[in-house]
DNA sequence: AAAAGTGCCAACCGCCTCCCC
DNA sequence: GGGGGAGGCGGTTGGCACTTT
């Protein structure tokens, strides 16, 4: 490389090149390996021409014995590494041409940080080589505040995501999965998730859960280290898993029993979604409901789809911190709002069952208000998540939050009808309801953040993914939220964020659902069973086993 | 022109898995 | 079964080159 700055480019190889003196390694370091000083740093030349005539002649492998037949003061390691990225034959070198950088993006979309298996695609790209793009990638696309995959490709890697459960069932273990689930992908400006490290990586259990699994797809890059973490990285991963099956209610390591419409997390019980005693608490709408309630989704009456709506269109309030970003993506996501809500009949249209409001209770218990509430309290006749879906958003801010930021004025830039629809928000908000909807919240979630940061941009459509994003994290609980957040974040930081999150969202019961008509502006009605219907404007396209495809 | 910032890349480190004994 | 070595892998670091201020 040309950075080996103390290279021999003349291809001499004298003894000092090939074992410098002492001195000289003090500057580049080394290691003793029996009595043997290893040299670290750079190689010269004169050191791949051993290397290479050594491999030439004995082959790869064996990598330990290189400095014990050739006389190298290199590592095994080091020998092996520095033929694998720079020796071995039919490497190409040179930047990544267009095809290979759509490769490492969808493979990444798929594989997660696993730069070796991706590197199997690549024929002459090594590991390092795409690990280094792919990182000076993430910088740069962060930097500009763009989403680290292309909508389509989070898209079509969410689909084959899906497809492979489909096709191989629940259980399938595809590792290229597992490795997807493990990591995260989806790219949120960091200064969103800087604190979610106590969080890190709740993915690797995803796979058994099937209404979650499409949703870690979205969430790969985000335990990278660019993004941070979501689950102590201080936890084995193993020990994560295990920690995080005993935690959800009915999870089955084995199976799902086959239960693919209803959401294995959310029965009620909700040990891993329980906040620490220790977390500042938040009050946002809470999805957790009894088991008994989930389980009869499919026969008990669709959420009061409007309602939801309603609320979902207001912002949370609170105290969340603001990290307004003016990038091109929320340039986009404005856009898109903008266009969006000016085309599209709003559900306020469609309220006509909702009741009125009581303006300012709902305030009071608005989506960032600090409390705490049990979380077995739920129950609710009219929905199967135990409460009505309108009950689920009862923490969202009536009118006077419809705007932008949660300290902030309301913003111009709000879907109409979100005012009306508030006060209907408001109408079924009760304090009893409140009390079971409530839940506790760590305002140092990302979720919130996000949720913050994406409110002071002023969309309808943000707030929508917020308010959505928050739901689902809190109904999730604190184990699963990041995945969640992710997601949605991933839905909402594309033009096409829909689409991100229309597999996302399978199996995951009315919060999902309701979260997809909001988002979807009416365009889809739900069936009783939870699957979605294509909507008037035929956006809606696709109903898969009560999963959502937003196209 | 100098300093600071950024991009890029090679190499190292630690952990993990596999395999052999 | 388990201890140890070898190899593989992913994360991180450090340094040079280039660009910007």
């Given at each position: 490389m040309s950075h080996t700055t103390n290279e021999s480019d003349d291809g001499v190889l004298s003894r000092d090149q090939i074992e410098p003196p002492l001195a000289e390694e003090g500057s580049s370091g080394g290691s003793a390996n029996g009595g043997v000083v290893l040299k670290k740093?750079?190689?010269t030349s004169a050191e791949d021409g051993i290397l290479i005539e050594y491999v030439k002649k004995h082959g790869e492998g064996n990598w330990n014995a290189v400095q014990k037949h050739s006389g190298l003061s290199r590592c095994g390691k080091s020998c092996r590494l520095r033929w694998a990225n720079h020796l071995r034959p039919n490497l190409k070198k040179g930047a990544f041409t267009q095809?290979?950088?759509q490769l490492i993006i969808e493979l990444h979309a798929k594989m997660g940080n696993k730069w070796a298996r991706m590197a199997a695609h690549l024929p002459g790209r090594t590991d390092n080589e795409i690990k280094n793009y792919w990182n000076t990638r993430i910088k740069r696309r962060q930097r500009a505040g763009l989403p680290l995959y292309p909508p389509e490709i989070s898209f079509q890697a969410s689909q084959e995501r899906q497809l492979g459960l489909n096709v191989s069932g629940i259980n399938t273990r595809d590792k290229d999965h597992q490795d997807l689930l493990r990591t995260n992908s989806y790219e949120i400006p960091d200064v969103i998730f800087d604190s979610l490290k106590a969080n890190h990586?709740?993915?690797p259990y995803v796979p058994e859960l099937p209404g979650i699994t499409a949703s870690s797809i979205l969430v790969k890059s985000l335990s990278s280290s660019q993004y941070g973490s979501f689950m102590s990285p201080t936890m084995h991963r193993q020990k994560r898993l295990r920690e995080s099956m005993t935690l959800i209610p009915g999870y089955s390591g084995s199976s799902f029993g086959g239960n693919r419409g209803s959401h294995t997390l959310a029965?009620?019980?909700?040990?891993?979604?329980?906040?620490?005693?220790?977390?500042?608490?938040?009050?946002l709408p809470s999805l957790q409901y009894p088991e008994d309630g989930l389980g009869s989704w499919g026969t008990?009456?669709?959420p009061l789809l409007e309602t939801v709506d309603t609320f979902i269109q207001s912002p949370p309030t609170g105290t969340v911190e603001s990290s307004p970003r003016n990038s091109g993506l929320l340039d986009a996501l404005l856009h898109e709002a903008k266009t969006l809500s000016?085309?599209?009949?709003?559900?306020?249209?469609k309220s006509s069952n909702s009741s009125t409001v009581i303006p300012g209770e709902l305030a009071e218990s608005?989506?960032?208000n600090i409390c705490e509430t049990e979380w077995e309290d739920l129950g609710d006749p009219l929905s199967p998540l135990g409460q009505t879906a309108t009950s689920l958003f009862t923490e969202c801010p009536p009118i006077s939050t419809c705007g932008s930021s949660l300290d902030e004025p309301p913003a111009t830039e709000t879907l109409t009808g979100c005012n009306a629809k508030s006060e209907i928000a408001d109408q079924a908000w009760s304090p009893e309801r409140e009390k079971e909807t409530t839940t506790l919240l760590d305002v140092t979630r990302p979720d919130i953040l996000l949720a913050s940061d994406w409110l002071e941009k002023g969309s309808g459509y943000i707030k929508d993914q917020v308010v959505m994003m928050d739901n689902i994290a809190t109904f999730l609980g604190d184990d699963l939220s990041s995945d969640y957040k992710q997601m949605s974040a991933g839905a909402s930081t594309s033009n096409q964020g829909w689409r991100l999150g229309s597999c996302v969202w399978n199996n995951m019961p009315a919060v999902c659902q309701m979260s997809w008509l909001h988002l979807g502006q009416d365009l889809s009605l739900l069936s009783e069973t939870g699957q979605c219907i294509r909507?008037?404007?035929?956006?809606?396209?696709?109903?898969?086993?009560?999963?959502?495809?937003?196209?």
């Open positions: 740093g750079p190689w095809e290979e950088e990586d709740i993915s029965n009620g019980n909700f040990s891993a979604s329980k906040p620490t005693s220790g977390l500042v608490k938040m009050e008990s009456p669709p000016s085309t599209k009949n709003h559900s306020s249209d608005s989506a960032l909507g008037d404007d035929g956006n809606l396209s696709g109903v898969d086993g009560g999963s959502l495809t937003v196209l």
